[in-house]
Structure formats: structure tokens, C-alpha cells
């Protein structure tokens, strides 16, 4: 069975609610985007969670951080998967 947090990934399903989604711009070019939730949270503190989320230790390997407010949305993909 496929893990909810993969068929995230994989864009068959997306949450539905007004969460946050932060992304970490590294300074090595890497990205990484953490969806944080509640919606009812600060931006501050949706950071401050999307940082521990991926393990920040020490700021300076971040280049930058965005962080915006998810639309209401829910969407299922057109086709199916079949997982062996």
C-alpha cells in the first residue's frame, strides 16, 4: 500500500485545507518544500516548524525561506496507480 505522504508527492492527491507551505532554498541550490499545518498557525511559527521538520540545525546553510498560504484544493489525479 502506498503511504499517504507518497501519493502526496507523486500529485495523485493533494490536502485539502489553508495550510502553509514553506520552502528551504539551500545554499547548495537544493530546495525543499514542507506543507505545515494547522492553517490556524502564524507564518512565523509554520517556519519555525518546516526548519525542524527538515532537520536545521544551523541557518546558515539556508539561502532564503518562502512561505505562502495553500489554496483550498482537492484534487485526485486522472489515472490510477497499481502498486505491485
Given at each position: 500500500m502506498m503511504k499517504p505522504n507518497r501519493l502526496i508527492e507523486e500529485?495523485?492527491?493533494v490536502p485539502n485545507s489553508k495550510d502553509w507551505r514553506?520552502?528551504?532554498?539551500?545554499?547548495?541550490?537544493?530546495?525543499?518544500?514542507?506543507?505545515?499545518s494547522p492553517g490556524s498557525v502564524t507564518e512565523e511559527e509554520a517556519v519555525t516548524r518546516a526548519k525542524r521538520h527538515a532537520g536545521i540545525i544551523d541557518e546558515s546553510v539556508l539561502a532564503r525561506v518562502e512561505s505562502e498560504r495553500v489554496e483550498k484544493s482537492t484534487q485526485v489525479a486522472a489515472f490510477g496507480i497499481v502498486q505491485k
Amino acid at each position: 500500500m502506498m503511504k499517504p505522504n507518497r501519493l502526496i508527492e507523486e500529485g495523485v492527491i493533494v490536502p485539502n485545507s489553508k495550510d502553509w507551505r514553506v520552502r528551504l532554498f539551500f545554499s547548495d541550490g537544493t530546495t525543499r518544500t514542507v506543507r505545515v499545518s494547522p492553517g490556524s498557525v502564524t507564518e512565523e511559527e509554520a517556519v519555525t516548524r518546516a526548519k525542524r521538520h527538515a532537520g536545521i540545525i544551523d541557518e546558515s546553510v539556508l539561502a532564503r525561506v518562502e512561505s505562502e498560504r495553500v489554496e483550498k484544493s482537492t484534487q485526485v489525479a486522472a489515472f490510477g496507480i497499481v502498486q505491485k
